[in-house]
């Protein structure tokens, strides 16, 4: 059911609902709204009443069960949107300005992030998995940044302390305008910041992000420092990915734990171009080479952690981390246990060789001024 289904159903039955978000409440607790449904929650059973409404409820109660089992919908609203023919990867050619949203599902590997002009900050399709609305999400990205600002003692407008109040509309697009927070989300412009995608990694999906400058010039390799860090980035076993900012005009995204690639490379995904699982797939080395035709201003290190939103990615990174901690536990029997692995050809050995280092020149793209 919709949002709209469920709200309509237990409009006048606000306890039905408190008793089946709370028949959840052990698969839904690591998700990021938790908090705020088990307060309410916790309210409604004290006093019979709580300040979320019943869509709110319902909103977060979605998104959380979604999150708890991360399976993408076939019947994504993303119409841009395709796969390889192995169903291996999930990719999203360039529409309009989009690029922030392209990179983020790139790298989440599913249609997470979408734009459509709709009142709902939540999409929830068919099969109860809930989408994030990039034309509702720019408004509260930018209250993030407006209440950050205020906190840190940025803002000194003398009016300033009356954004906290409900009802001041105006208020928040006066400073918007004032202070440049349009810039950091535009929703009509479907345009979002590269500090906005860092913001809706980060507290939306409650990622770690590790937000760092480089200062690389095009078609040169990375400076020591900046290959240093990289490698140390590409080397934790938590990492999910990158959003490359590209001359500050164009997002890209490198991914791990891809379907179609082997084990412990990394997939780049540009939106202005087609990804092929058999040319795009790198190890370390390699990928450090093809991106030193690439100008990158600013890159943004995407970690799971406990908590965090189980994408196809950070799921694709858990089984393999269990897999891996399965088989240290018990070596001896791996090691006395001859497999059909040893004597026949795997998928793993069919998927497409990783680019190394030297091997061979990844195609030079022209990234033009405008941004997309």
Request: charged content about 25%; glycine content about 4%; some cysteine.
């Amino acid at each position: 059911m919709s949002v709209e289904e469920w709200t309509k159903q237990y409009a006048k039955d606000k306890q039905g609902l408190v008793a089946i978000i709370d028949s959840d409440a052990a698969a839904i607790a690591p998700c990021m709204h938790y908090d705020e449904l088990h307060k309410n929650l916790m309210e409604y059973q004290t006093t019979s009443k709580c300040k979320a409404t019943v869509k709110q409820l319902v909103e977060w109660y979605l998104f959380c069960k979604n999150a708890s089992s991360s399976k993408p919908s076939k019947s994504s609203k993303s119409s841009k949107s395709s796969k390889s023919s192995n169903e291996t990867c999930y990719f999203e050619a360039q529409s309009g300005n989009l690029c922030g949203k392209h990179a983020i599902n790139h790298l989440l590997q599913e249609p997470k992030i979408i734009w459509e002009k709709s009142p709902d900050l939540y999409i929830v399709n068919g099969d109860s998995y809930t989408q994030l609305n990039l034309y509702q999400l720019c408004n509260e990205v930018r209250k993030d940044f407006i209440h950050t600002y205020m906190e840190h003692g940025v803002l000194s407008d003398e009016n300033v302390e009356k954004i906290l109040e409900p009802g001041n509309p105006s208020l928040y697009k006066s400073l918007e305008k004032k202070y440049g927070f349009t810039k950091v989300c535009d929703a009509k412009q479907s345009n979002i910041s590269f500090d906005g995608v860092n913001h809706i990694l980060s507290t939306k999906l409650n990622y770690d992000t590790i937000y760092e400058f480089t200062d690389k010039e095009e078609h040169a390799p990375f400076k020591p420092k900046d290959e240093t860090m990289i490698r140390e980035q590409l080397n934790d076993s938590t990492l999910l990915g990158m959003i490359l900012n590209i001359n500050n005009n164009h997002y890209t995204a490198v991914t791990t734990h891809l379907a179609g690639c082997p084990p412990g490379t990394f997939s780049y995904f540009d939106s202005q171009t087609p990804f092929d699982s058999s040319t795009d797939c790198y190890d370390e080395d390699g990928l450090l080479e093809m991106l030193s035709d690439i100008h990158i201003g600013a890159i943004i290190f995407v970690r799971d952690k406990k908590g965090a939103y189980a994408s196809v990615t950070a799921t694709r990174r858990r089984m393999a981390q269990s897999s891996s901690s399965a088989q240290a536990a018990s070596p001896t029997k791996a090691a006395n246990s001859p497999t059909k692995a040893a004597n026949s050809p795997t998928k793993a050995s069919k998927a497409a060789s990783p680019k190394k280092g030297g091997t061979r020149k990844h195609k030079k793209k022209t990234h033009t001024k405008k941004r997309s």
